[in-house]
């Protein structure tokens, strides 16, 4: 089979030939799942390697599913026609492209590999990986996706770990200092980890369709796809690096059924508010581990989408010290709940963030010393709604009954110690409010994951 390779998302330049097997002819489906890094999981990786001032290096795998565990099963195939002979067919040793288990045998030869290696899984995420010295001193870690390899570690790491796994597989490329990895430009300097995605959004386009007087008129099939595709594009890039159009792109993604040439045009301005701005994240050296916090804001638009009927709810979570900060999470998300008030809404958004900042905390702290369990970091979180504090630091029941095992299970984090406080910050504060509202003037959440720094001490 050929296909256009891409040399960057939506750019495609050039043609790879891969030889696929008809695997949709099989009678038997094998378990088929395998991980790749989580996108959140990715951000951990590059706040980690970048306050430890780890050196990255890019592996990608030449012929994957070719260098994956052996088959244990018996799938026998035609031969192309260029060895193809009478009576002859061929037994497959190895999961060629096209069985639905390829990727899966891939990543149990690489997860093989990496255990004999002294590498170990952290929890949360089967795509990473955390080496340490006899000291239990953090060292390296290793990110996987599909045949790509991130590796980020000490001299002593990429000597032990990074060299040996190029005797173990074959690499088409090996790249340091700067290189591309799941469609993000990633460069390395003394300051930090840079992560850009600048020649991807100069490729979005507006576009141009006929009979776009009448406001109110569907879009048509073509121009349905062009809608589909261009929010789609909006998605990766608000994902990636810029959570400044997270709250458009998810009020774009729910029109895709049902657009109108105004949606379209609204579209339009969302690419172009795309390409004005730069898309870049950069992490940096925060402190060492006992110096190290999560700080997540949390924000909610009370029925906002879903004509006036569904709210949202907007959180984002740094590695922080309190001043610089690196970015590990950011979402904007439609409450799946009809909320009766807005401090429903902001008392769930509360909750969201809570429960990822746990996470983030206990992830950091495993990272760190590579022992499993429920130790973590300090977490702060932020929100902007007075009521919600309130009620977390009160006896006083809420009316909404279905409310009150939310706000219990806020209190019984800060009875734990996985939440050392709940804070108020004002609206001008809260970095999380361009999470939730359309046409926000509020840079400040751009411009701290684009320097690494908060606008004010939290």
Not at 388 to 393: C, D, K, L, V
Not at 418 to 434: G, I, Q, R
């Amino acid at each position: 089979m050929c296909s256009k390779k891409e040399k960057q998302d939506g750019l495609k330049v050039n043609y790879k030939a891969r030889l696929v097997v008809k695997g949709f002819m099989e009678q038997e489906y094998p378990r088929s799942d395998s991980p790749t890094i989580a996108k959140e999981s990715l951000k951990t990786f590059f706040a980690v390697a970048a306050n430890e001032g780890f050196d990255i290096v890019n592996l990608d795998i030449r012929n994957g599913y070719l260098q994956g565990s052996d088959l244990k099963r018996e799938v026998l195939v035609e031969p192309p026609p260029e060895y193809k002979n009478d009576g002859m067919i061929w037994r497959l040793k190895k999961a060629a492209n096209g069985l639905y288990d390829g990727g899966r045998h891939l990543y149990l030869k690489i997860d093989e590999v990496l255990k004999e290696l002294g590498c170990k899984k952290v929890t949360g995420d089967d795509a990473m990986y955390t080496c340490h010295d006899e000291n239990g001193k953090l060292i390296g870690i290793v990110c996987l996706y599909v045949d790509d390899f991130n590796s980020a570690g000490t001299k002593e790491f990429h000597k032990n770990i990074t060299d040996l796994l190029q005797k173990k597989f074959t690499f088409g490329k090996k790249e340091e200092g700067s290189f591309r990895f799941t469609g993000l430009d990633i460069s390395h300097t003394d300051d930090g980890i840079i992560v850009k995605q600048n020649d991807y959004r100069d490729s979005l386009e507006e576009i141009t369709i006929e009979n776009n007087d009448d406001p109110n008129r569907e879009l048509n099939l073509k121009e349905y796809k062009q809608f589909r595709g261009t929010v789609g594009k909006l998605q990766w890039l608000s994902e990636g690096t810029r959570p400044d159009l997270a709250y458009d792109t998810l009020s774009m993604s729910m029109k895709t059924k049902h657009a109108t040439v105004a949606d379209m045009r609204k579209l339009n301005k969302i690419v172009k508010k795309a390409r004005e701005g730069n898309s870049i994240v950069k992490f940096k050296r925060i402190g060492k581990l006992e110096d190290i916090k999560i700080i997540a804001m949390s924000d909610a638009s009370f029925k906002s989408v879903d004509d006036k009927v569904r709210s949202v709810e907007g959180r984002v979570i740094f590695l922080s010290d309190g001043v610089n900060a690196s970015p590990l999470e950011w979402k904007s998300k439609k409450i799946p709940q009809v909320c009766e008030s807005t401090k429903t809404a902001e008392t769930r958004a509360a909750d969201k963030a809570t429960d990822d900042a746990i996470y983030f905390a206990r992830l950091i702290k495993e990272i760190y010393t590579g022992v499993k369990s429920l130790d973590q970091i300090p977490v702060i979180i932020y929100t902007d709604s007075k009521p919600t504090i309130e009620s977390i630091h009160s006896t006083r029941q809420v009316d909404r009954k279905t409310v009150r095992h939310v706000i219990q299970s806020m209190k019984d984090a800060l009875d734990r110690g996985e939440v050392s406080e709940f804070k108020y910050a004002n609206t001008k504060k809260m970095l999380a409010d361009v999470l939730t509202k359309d046409s926000v003037k509020n840079t400040e959440l751009h411009d701290t994951v684009k320097y690494g720094s908060l606008p004010r001490k939290y």
